[in-house]
């Protein structure tokens, strides 16, 4: 499995930004989908997600009701869009995958085995 994140960018605070995550490769399981990043000096996080089973989303609580998760299967990709960003969104935003599990959804980024390669996001005040 591959990931492929894209769609990072330097932006004003209150602006818009959407990152995309294209999956490719072995295509026969289900795969939850999460977002992480890490800002400088921090530990990575989860933002967002959602399974493979069921469509569920989970976000984290400081971008809940800004950020929106949405996946289009026939493309294998998922987004998150993001919106009213904070110079406390700026990070490296990753997407990572793991085969999906009926009745759980995993937050912790040890429980991803797939990862994409980071897309830097920079929010300005």
């Known amino acids: 499995v591959q990931l492929q994140a894209s769609g990072g960018g330097l932006v004003q605070a209150g602006a818009s930004l959407t990152l995309s995550c294209a999956r490719s490769?072995?295509?026969?399981?289900?795969?939850?989908m999460s977002w992480f990043r890490q800002a400088p000096g921090k530990e990575r996080e989860f933002v967002g997600g959602?399974?493979?089973?069921?469509?569920?989303?989970y976000y984290q609580n400081a971008v809940n009701g800004r950020f929106t998760i949405s996946r289009n299967n026939a493309k294998d990709t998922v987004y998150l869009q993001m919106s009213r960003l904070k110079p406390d969104d700026t990070a490296v935003y990753y997407c990572?995958?793991?085969?999906?599990?009926?009745?759980?959804?995993?937050?912790?980024?040890?429980?991803?085995?797939?990862w994409g390669q980071g897309t830097e996001v920079t929010v300005s005040s």
């Open positions: 990572a995958a793991r085969v999906s599990q009926w009745g759980a959804f995993y937050h912790f980024d040890n429980d991803y085995d797939y």
């Open positions: 490769g072995r295509t026969s399981s289900t795969y939850d």
């Open positions: 959602i399974s493979g089973i069921g469509g569920r989303i």
